[in-house]
């Protein structure tokens, strides 16, 4: 963890530029007073001029050599400081950003044990209600065949089958946020799947609202191309509304592998490729209290009557059934950015098979 500082020792090799000079000042010495004419410049050297030109050439080469060797020091010494600044440094950020995603391996794991109590609780719910359903709907039934066809009365219990149907539509997505339900996977085409979606909203969105999709390679994934239908439909939806019907929506289509650096909050995941939708708008964005409770069940932001707050409950609960993961930005005025990550359909395979 953290650069390693590797030796602490003085540097050998930089020490023999200084052992070279002088060694070179002593040899220039001597060359210097052997070849010296025997005239005397001073009386101090009359009797010894070559021994004591030699000598002072010796103290001169001696001192260009400690100072050689001083700056050398100097500037290993200080090289050592930056690199040892630099792995405090490192550790620290990565010691931040493990305790980071400590926290949020945390919370993660305080939803998923919420969502999980949650749907359980749902579920036995759904199951009771849809027993009283069935029980309207076929009294409904057999009043209708009682009344006549242009009756006031029939249209009116019309209405009430109607009621009927659109409470058993929110107890199938219940049931399937609760994972009582367990449809059949197979092997589904991403691309093509986003392209019939799109094809789909396109002409029930409003005109001002602008849909990008762009795709840099195709992958297939085991799984229910229905659900994912319902993740996109739901993401795009949300999205709309988020940007109050005029804004950007762009969706983006890749594959990337399970080391990147996304999946370093999801330390579970299966090894190997992915299928990644990142799909962004350009709405008014969420909060962090916000982003904390919007996979909770029946939890919504909208006005009373245009939300069920099921929609983002079941994106997370389709994700994994999947068997993948699903990560959100969002920063107020700024927009949301959700990516999903979905195992590709041939790692699943040789998961089972191997």
Not at 88 to 114: D, F, I, P, S
Request: with cysteine; glycine share 8%; proline share 3%.
């Amino acid at each position: 963890m953290g650069r390693n500082v590797q030796n602490n020792h003085p540097d050998l090799r930089g020490s023999w530029l200084s052992y070279a000079i002088a060694m070179a000042g002593l040899l220039v010495s001597l060359f210097i007073a052997y070849s010296l004419p025997v005239a005397p410049l001073t009386t101090l050297t009359r009797r010894y001029p070559a021994m004591t030109l030699l000598v002072t050439g010796i103290c001169l080469s001696l001192l260009a050599g400690m100072l050689v060797r001083l700056i050398q020091l100097t500037s290993e010494r200080k090289r050592a400081r930056q690199l040892i600044d630099e792995t405090v440094q490192e550790e620290m950020a990565e010691r931040m950003e493990a305790a980071e995603t400590r926290q949020k391996l945390e919370k993660a794991l305080l939803q998923g044990q919420k969502l999980q109590a949650m749907g359980t609780l749902a579920g036995g719910i759904a199951h009771d209600f849809n027993n009283i359903l069935y029980a309207i709907i076929g009294y409904v039934e057999l009043a209708r065949e009682d009344v006549p066809a242009d009756n006031l009365i029939q249209k009116n219990l019309g209405k009430v089958l109607e009621g009927c149907k659109r409470g058993q539509d929110l107890v199938a997505r219940i049931l399937t946020f609760s994972r009582r339900q367990h449809p059949d996977f197979k092997s589904v085409c991403v691309k093509e799947t986003l392209e019939g979606v799109l094809e789909l909203l396109r002409p029930t969105i409003p005109a001002s609202v602008t849909i990008d999709f762009k795709s840099t390679g195709d992958c297939s994934i085991l799984g229910n191309q229905t659900q994912l239908h319902q993740v996109i439909v739901n993401l795009i939806n949300n999205a709309v509304d988020a940007m109050d019907g005029e804004g950007d929506v762009k969706i983006t289509l890749s594959r990337v592998h399970s080391s990147d650096k996304i999946f370093a909050q999801f330390p579970n995941v299966i090894k190997g490729m992915y299928c990644k939708i990142r799909l962004s708008d350009t709405g008014h964005g969420m909060d962090q209290t916000t982003m904390e409770r919007m996979f909770e069940p029946f939890f919504t932001t909208k006005e009373v009557g245009k939300g069920t707050g099921l929609g983002l409950a079941t994106v997370h609960t389709i994700m994994k059934e999947h068997q993948g993961e699903i990560a959100v930005e969002s920063q107020l005025g700024r927009g949301t950015t959700f990516t999903l990550l979905l195992p590709e359909y041939s790692q699943l395979t040789e998961k089972t098979h191997g």
